[in-house]
Nanobody, 120 residues
Framework: QVQLVESGGGLVQAGGSLRLSCAAS??????MGWFRQAPGKEREFVAA????????RYADSVKGRFTISRGNAKNTVYLRMHSLNPEDTAVYYC???????????????WGQGTQVTVSS
C-alpha cells in the first residue's frame, strides 16, 4: 500500500552538493528515514524526520552536512547533502516506519534506492 520513490542521485565532485527526494504515497506516515549502503558495507542510518512535528535526527557521520526536511502537501521528504566526500558514495534509500528509530528493522517500507557517487 505504501510506495516510496527516490530521485536526485547522481555523480558529484567532492565538496559538492545534491538534494535527494522521496515521493511517498499510501497509509499514514510516522517516521521517514534515509539510509545508505556502500559497496561492501552494511546498510546504515543517515537521517530521519518525524512526520508530525518535524523533529530530526542524524547519523554522526553526516551531522552538519546533511539536512532532512519534508513537504507535507506532496508527501515528499528531502535530503540535502553538502560538503560531500567519496565516503558518502552509496545507494541511498528512503524508508517509512511507525517508530522513531534509527534501526533499519524498524522501517516497514522502502524505496528502490538512488545512487550517489562522489568523485575525488
Amino acid at each position: 500500500q505504501v510506495q516510496l520513490v527516490e530521485s536526485g542521485g547522481g555523480l558529484v565532485q567532492a565538496g559538492g552538493s545534491l538534494r535527494l527526494s522521496c515521493a511517498a504515497s499510501g497509509r499514514t506516515f510516522s517516521t521517514m528515514g534515509w539510509f545508505r549502503q556502500a559497496p561492501g558495507k552494511e546498510r546504515e542510518f543517515v537521517a530521519a524526520i518525524n512526520w508530525s512535528d518535524d523533529t530530526t535526527r542524524y547519523a554522526d557521520s553526516v551531522k552538519g552536512r546533511f539536512t532532512i526536511s519534508r513537504g507535507n502537501a506532496k508527501n515528499t521528504v528531502y535530503l540535502r547533502m553538502h560538503s560531500l566526500n567519496p565516503e558518502d558514495t552509496a545507494v541511498y534509500y528512503c524508508a517509512q516506519g511507525p517508530l522513531w528509530s534509527s534501526r533499519s528493522q524498524s522501517y516497514d517500507y522502502w524505496g528502490q534506492g538512488t545512487q550517489v557517487t562522489v568523485s575525488s
